[in-house]
T-cell receptor
Framework: NAGVTQTPKFQVLKTGQSMTLQCAQD?????MSWYRQDPGMGLRLIHY???????DQGEVPNGYNVSRSTTEDFPLRLLSAAPSQTSVYFC????????????????FGPGTRLTVL | GNSVTQMEGPVTLSEEAFLTINCTYT??????LFWYVQYPGEGLQLLLK?????DKGSNKGFEATYRKETTSFHLEKGSVQVSDSAVYFC???????????FGSGTKLNVKP
């Protein structure tokens, strides 16, 4: 199993550009989520999905869109990049917490380092 | 609401020293608690977890006990190694099982 994969690893954008961060997992996990990691602020949840066709907002959803058309893929779209979106982005997946009870953990991808100029 | 508070770092220790990283949480109901570790340039990896009050999670010499009365989940290790240098995150899974909440992370530097 490849686990959780993210592409690209690094990206530089200009203000106003759009792009999609890709995330895929091959563990048949229902739950997927996107976080951003900023110095001194830990990980903040952007969006999450509990299954194909179902998404919901996290703590900091503004400026980001997601969709979940398959179990495997959960892309994150930046519609019009802003310097405030410079961050490291992590995708994570886990079995559905509701059906797998408390014995759950999230598996993280290696991250995408995004710089918006 | 749900939140996790960790002690600020960086924490700098000499090899074989005792480690404590404090973590307290606010949550409704009975969350599950986790410690994750992030090595430089990598994603987060689960270190240990506990699912109910008084449970002790342990792995690789690290331990943490779920203390409901003090809403804490402090991470401890009796003798740290240089290879333990990393950022440690405390996290909780909310009672409705929908969201994970992470602390701000504590960087540990272990010197030989």
């Amino acid at each position: 199993n490849a686990g959780v994969t993210q592409t690209p690893k690094f990206q530089v954008l200009k203000t106003g550009q759009s792009m999609t961060l890709q995330c895929a997992q091959d563990m048949n996990h229902e739950y997927m989520s996107w976080y951003r990691q900023d110095p001194g602020m830990g990980l903040r949840l952007i969006h999450y999905s509990v299954g194909a066709g179902i998404t919901d907002q996290g703590e900091v959803p503004n400026g980001y869109n997601v969709s979940r058309s398959t179990t495997e893929d959960f892309p994150l779209r930046l519609l019009s990049a802003a310097p405030s979106q410079t961050s490291v982005y992590f995708c994570a997946s886990s079995p559905n917490p509701r059906t797998h009870g408390f014995y759950n953990e999230q598996f993280f991808g290696p991250g995408t380092r995004l710089t918006v100029l | 609401g749900n939140s996790v508070t960790q002690m600020e770092g960086p924490v700098t220790l000499s090899e074989e020293a005792f480690l404590t990283i404090n973590c307290t949480y606010t949550a409704t109901g009975y969350p599950s608690l986790f410690w994750y570790v992030q090595y430089p340039g990598e994603g987060l990896q689960l270190l240990l977890k506990a699912t109910k009050a008084d449970d002790k999670g342990s792995n690789k010499g690290f331990e943490a006990t779920y203390r409901k009365e003090t809403t804490s989940f402090h991470l401890e290790k009796g003798s740290v190694q240089v290879s333990d240098s990393a950022v440690y995150f405390c996290a909780l899974l909310s009672n409705n099982f929908n969201k994970f909440y992470f602390g701000s992370g504590t960087k540990l530097n272990v010197k030989p």
